[in-house]
Each structure stands twice: as structure tokens, then as C-alpha cells.
């Protein structure tokens, strides 16, 4: 047994401006089911998202809406916490925000310790700089001087006084700390990128603001004419959320002592396998256990999705026509855990016709239409733990595994109704059509269970029935034509 029963995953914290975007909506599904495997496995688990909320982005598009800043935040801020309908989340989620006092307190904090171990100085900052990514861009990464991601915005030239931070001080242990946790990034093609990045050298970066030209952010303890880089601030959300650095004991359950594990999308690896963890360096704090990164969510044929191709997936519309569950199911079973998948609603409604509605669906409703027919009580269940086979399916964060191990079993219980037509033998064989009735709903039952992390609500309508007795009420999953 594990010596410590606490478990700390989080995702990352988008920009609270945008809608949210079926790529976020995957990653916060995916951290969502490894929290709930975890919870089956007896873990007491802390799951963390929230909101980016400062920085020149949402500084601009606030004062361009003629809005108080604050205001904006907080009417953003609540929308994004309706994706724990939406989207089927845990209920205990917890949900913090970086203007959150306690949470700028803890940035300050932060700042301080890099500080006082000397990774922290001050100089003339020359840079060209991309608002929509809130970062630094160099010229090859500048396309005819557009950064590519935000062709319609104009690279901002910064040149100011700012404070730095040492990062490249830092490369050695970064590189030492990835050779002695060679798990540390999954993937590992994702592991190698960062290890080739760091190898090639680190750049000291920037993090701070002149308050006078950029007001929105955290100040920097000791000098209130500059707020930090919303990176620096943001990034501390993850110890912040658990309550760092007065609630030293949750920091040291779920922490210091736990294996806190990261997801985020590709286009974080740099911030959250090197600049947090070098932070996390200075500031003499451990390490991220683990940092898991997604593929991207594309369109057909791989290509990007965008407003005028049309290609565009809200996760929003999706949930209106098939449901929370059936997008889980997508976004954990059939895109691809690591690389870029299309997702299409074309190939939205086939996976959902054939797995979902024909698959668990069917089998429930052909299951436990036989079983209150001919069985006058429910079936005894056994409450034994599920196998150490299935959990270990989760070991490599790839819950296309978890699927295909699930949808076997449906497909070879669908077989053996096929094979042993219990319909037909209680006829004429009432005992023997029984007994394999009950066989039926007993593996039912374990599928239920192992489908919880990934369908939790269908999970416990399918237990809840066998435990009944009764077909569900209506049909889990209606056919889509
Ligand atoms: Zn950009």
C-alpha cells in the first residue's frame, strides 16, 4: 500500500476572456477521469482548475469594452465555472482564480524567495512582444513580424527597465532533475522537446511590468512601480490553490509529500516542464511529479480549427445535442490521448451510434429488459474491488486504453447473448436461462463500475438499475440519425 493516501492533479489556467474552447474542455475531461480512478482507489484527491485573470490581454479587451477591469474578470470568471455542468466534472473541484487575495499573496511570497536566494535582477528590457500569447517572441518565430498564432494582432516592442529571472542559471538542474525522473514528461516525444530546448541553452526572461504602461497585474514586493509578468503570477496557482504558504500542511500532504501531477496542452510544455519547474527550483521548493501534454483538437484532415474555415467545435453546442456523457466519451475514448485528432461532428455521431447508443446502451436495455422480466429479485452483486488490471490501464494516461479494454467486454457480452440466447433457453431451460441471465448482470455491474471515471453519471444509472431490478426509464443513449 501506497504510504501516502493523497493525490494532487490540476490543469492549467486558461485566460478567462475567450469561450471556453473544446481543447481546454478535453484537457480538464482527461484530469477529471484520473482524478475519479484515483477516488475508486481510495485516494482522499485535491483537483484544481480555475482562471487566468491577469495580464495585458484582458487589460486591453476590457478597457476596449469600455469595462473596470475587475468586472470583466468576474463575469468571465463565472462562466467558466459552468463547465462543471457541462462538462460532468467532481463535484469537489476546486476553483481558484488568480485574483483571488490569496492567491496574489502567494505570488508575492514566491517572488520574495526567488528573490532571496538570488535568482531575481533588474535590467533594460528590449523585446518584441505577441499580446494574444503573453509572450516574449524572437524573429524566427515572427512571420512576415505577425506572430503566427495572432496574425491579426501587432507585435508590441517593450523597452523598459524590468525585472529578470535567472533561468538560465538553472539549466544544469533542469537537466539534472530530468535525467533522475525519466517519467517526469508523458509523452515521451514531448519529454525529449523540452530536454533538446533546455540543452540548447536557457534565456533569463522578464518578469515584470512597468505599472505605469501595464497596471493589471500582481505588485512586486518592494517596488510598486511594477506589477509581475502574468506568467510568473499565474504559474504559482498551483501551490497557491492549496493553500501555500500559510497551509503548510495541505502544501505538504498533497505537495511535498504526494505525486502531484500537471495536465496541459502542447503549447504549455515550455512553461510547465521548465520555467515553473525552474521557479519551483529557486523558490527551494519540490518539483512536479508528473506533467502530462495533450495533442490539440483539429478539424478534418489535421487541419487547425478557425472561425473562417468553419471548423470550429463548441463544446457548448455538442453537450445541447448529444450530452455531457457522450462528449466525456469522445474527447477521453476517441481522440487520440497525445497526438493532434481530429474532432468532427461527423465523426462525433458515428463513434456515438456505435459505442454509445448501440454499444452500452443496447446491452443495458437488452440485459436488464431480460433480467426484470424472468429474475423476481435483483441480482446480488459483490462489492469486491475492481482488478489491479484496470487500474494499471491508467498508468500511462492514455484512456483510449481504459476504452478499448471496456468496449472488448461489451462487444464479448453482446457475443455471448448471441451465442447462448438466454432469451430463448429460459423457455425451455428456466434455471439455465436464469443462471446465464445473472451471469449478464454481473458483468453489467463491472463495467458499470469500471465505466465511472469516464461516464460517471451513465455508470451509476446502469448500477442503480441493476440494483432495481428495472430497465432504466428511458434509454441511455438515443439513436442519432
Ligand atoms: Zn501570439
Not at 515550455?270 to 521557479?279: D, L, P, V
Not at 481522440?335 to 446491452?363: C, H, Q, V, W
Request: charge should be negative.
Amino acid at each position: 500500500m501506497a504510504k501516502h493516501n493523497n493525490f494532487y492533479i490540476t490543469t492549467t489556467l486558461p485566460y478567462v476572456n475567450a469561450e471556453p474552447h473544446v481543447g481546454f474542455a478535453m484537457e480538464i475531461i482527461r484530469a477529471d477521469a484520473i482524478a475519479r480512478v484515483k477516488k475508486l482507489q481510495g485516494y482522499t484527491v485535491f483537483f484544481n482548475t480555475g482562471t487566468d485573470e491577469h495580464g495585458q490581454k484582458l487589460y486591453d479587451e476590457a478597457t476596449k469594452e469600455g469595462k473596470d477591469v475587475q468586472e470583466y474578470v468576474d463575469f468571465y470568471s463565472e462562466k467558466f465555472k459552468g463547465l462543471k455542468d457541462l462538462l460532468g466534472l467532481s463535484e469537489d473541484i476546486h476553483f481558484i482564480r488568480t485574483t483571488d487575495k490569496h492567491h496574489e499573496q502567494a505570488a508575492q511570497e514566491f517572488w520574495r524567495r526567488c528573490d532571496a536566494h538570488g535568482y531575481i535582477y533588474k535590467k533594460q528590457y528590449h523585446a518584441k512582444y505577441c499580446v494574444g500569447c503573453e509572450l516574449e517572441k524572437t524573429d524566427s518565430e515572427l512571420v512576415d513580424g505577425k506572430c503566427p498564432i495572432h496574425p491579426r494582432k501587432d507585435i508590441e516592442v517593450i523597452e523598459e527597465e524590468n525585472y529578470f529571472f535567472k533561468f538560465s542559471a538553472l539549466q544544469e538542474k533542469l537537466l539534472q532533475f530530468y535525467k533522475e525522473n525519466p517519467n517526469f514528461v508523458v509523452p515521451d516525444f514531448r519529454f525529449n522537446e523540452i530536454k533538446s530546448f533546455v540543452e540548447r541553452g536557457l534565456q533569463d526572461f522578464s518578469i515584470s511590468r512597468l505599472k505605469s504602461k501595464m497596471s493589471w497585474g500582481v505588485e512586486v514586493p518592494g517596488d510598486s512601480e511594477h506589477v509581475m509578468y502574468v506568467w510568473f503570477d499565474a504559474l504559482v496557482n498551483y501551490i497557491s490553490t492549496l493553500g501555500w504558504s500559510e497551509n503548510r500542511e495541505q502544501f505538504e500532504e498533497f505537495w511535498v509529500n504526494g505525486t502531484p501531477v500537471q495536465y496541459c496542452g502542447k503549447d504549455n510544455l515550455r512553461q510547465q516542464t521548465a520555467m515553473w519547474q525552474a521557479m519551483l527550483m529557486a523558490a527551494d521548493l519540490p518539483q512536479t511529479n508528473t506533467v502530462v501534454i495533450d495533442g490539440f483538437a483539429t478539424g478534418e484532415g489535421g487541419i487547425k480549427m478557425s472561425k473562417s474555415i468553419g471548423n470550429v467545435i463548441n463544446p457548448y453546442d455538442v453537450v445541447n445535442e448529444y450530452g455531457t456523457e457522450a462528449l466525456r466519451y469522445f474527447a477521453l475514448v476517441e481522440m487520440s490521448a497525445f497526438e493532434d485528432s481530429p474532432f468532427t461532428m461527423e465523426r462525433f455521431k458515428d463513434a456515438y451510434n456505435s459505442k454509445l447508443a448501440n454499444g452500452i446502451g443496447n446491452l443495458t436495455s437488452r440485459i436488464l429488459k431480460m433480467a426484470e422480466t424472468h429474475i423476481a429479485e435483483p441480482v446480488e452483486i459483490s462489492n469486491e474491488s475492481l482488478d489491479d488490471s484496470y487500474f494499471k490501464l491508467y498508468e500511462g494516461y492514455d484512456m483510449t486504453k481504459v476504452g478499448e479494454y471496456i468496449w472488448n467486454e461489451i462487444s464479448s457480452m453482446d457475443a455471448f447473448i448471441q451465442e447462448t440466447t438466454p432469451f430463448k433457453v429460459i423457455k425451455t431451460d428456466f434455471e439455465k436461462g436464469r443462471d446465464l441471465i445473472k451471469q449478464l448482470v454481473v458483468r453489467l455491474y463491472s463495467v458499470a463500475r469500471m465505466l465511472n471515471p469516464i461516464l460517471p453519471d451513465t455508470s451509476l444509472k446502469i448500477m442503480n438499475a441493476i440494483k432495481a431490478n428495472k430497465m432504466p426509464e428511458a434509454s441511455l443513449f438515443v439513436r442519432k440519425d
